[in-house]
């Protein structure tokens, strides 16, 4: 089945950077956009940019834009995001999740799933 | 775009009916709305696309409707697994996601 499996949990000082990795399986990788979402404790979701696994082709939130990238390895059908100079209030968990969606003579359409498990980040002196 | 999801929480029973808004500042594609259930502890999962189909899994109890910039999430009938928090999110231009602040259902 299609499924996004994340890297553990971190634990990160301020002024670090951390690597998340997203693996996928059960489609295919390159066919799909890998969307980020990270959800800081008790707080809603916020979306962070996506990669096309195809392409290389990025797109990042204003918000962390400077400090994201975002990059695949399609031997190993992985998407990575790297969040770089960690501050407190990057304390949350990380999801990836597939963009998939398409248009017809109807209309377009386009949704997140699945969703990764998430991957606890903690920026903590 | 802003997503503006009523009531912040919604205190029922089982067996009652969940009607949950979601509210966006213009109009939008319903293509490009759906819902999310995230239950704690677990990462979030596609409910309805479309602002109105079911994702593959999903009981038919829930059901989604609306244009424009009205949106809705209706439970038929709440099972206790039910009792989570409802995101709506939104595809947008350019290619970005926006989600809904969220509605807790709670007993």
């Known amino acids: 089945q299609v499924q996004l499996v994340q890297s553990g949990a971190e634990v990160k000082k301020p002024g670090a950077s951390v690597r998340v990795s997203c693996r996928a399986s059960?489609?295919?990788?390159?066919?799909?956009?890998v969307a980020w979402v990270r959800q800081a404790p008790g707080q809603g979701l916020e979306w962070l940019g996506w990669?096309?696994?195809?392409?290389?082709?990025?797109s990042y939130a204003q918000k962390v834009q400077g400090r994201v990238t975002m990059t695949t390895d399609t031997s190993t059908n992985t998407v990575y995001m790297e969040l770089r100079s960690l501050r407190s209030d990057d304390s949350a968990v990380y999801y990836c999740?597939?963009?998939?969606?398409?248009?017809?003579?109807?209309?377009?359409?386009?949704?997140?799933?699945?969703w990764g498990q998430g991957t606890l980040l903690t920026v903590s002196s | 775009i802003v997503l503006t999801q009523s009531p912040g929480t919604l205190s029922l029973s089982p067996g009652e009916r969940a009607t949950l808004s979601c509210r966006a500042s213009?109009?939008?594609?319903?293509?490009?709305l759906g819902w999310l259930q995230q239950k704690p502890g677990q990462a979030p999962r596609l409910l309805i696309s479309?602002?109105?189909n079911r994702a593959t899994g999903i009981p038919d109890r829930f059901g989604g409707s609306g244009s424009g910039t009205d949106f809705t999430l209706t439970i038929s009938s709440l099972e206790p697994e039910d009792f989570a928090i409802y995101y709506c999110?939104?595809?947008?231009?350019?290619?970005?996601?926006?989600f809904g602040q969220g509605t807790k259902v709670e007993i």
């Open positions: 999740a597939r963009d998939e969606g398409y248009c017809s003579g109807a209309g377009c359409y386009r949704w997140l799933h699945p």
């Open positions: 059960g489609y295919t990788f390159t066919s799909y956009i």
């Open positions: 990669i096309s696994p195809k392409t290389g082709e990025t």
């Open positions: 213009q109009s939008i594609s319903s293509g490009y």
């Open positions: 479309s602002a109105s």
């Open positions: 999110q939104l595809y947008g231009d350019p290619p970005s996601w926006t």
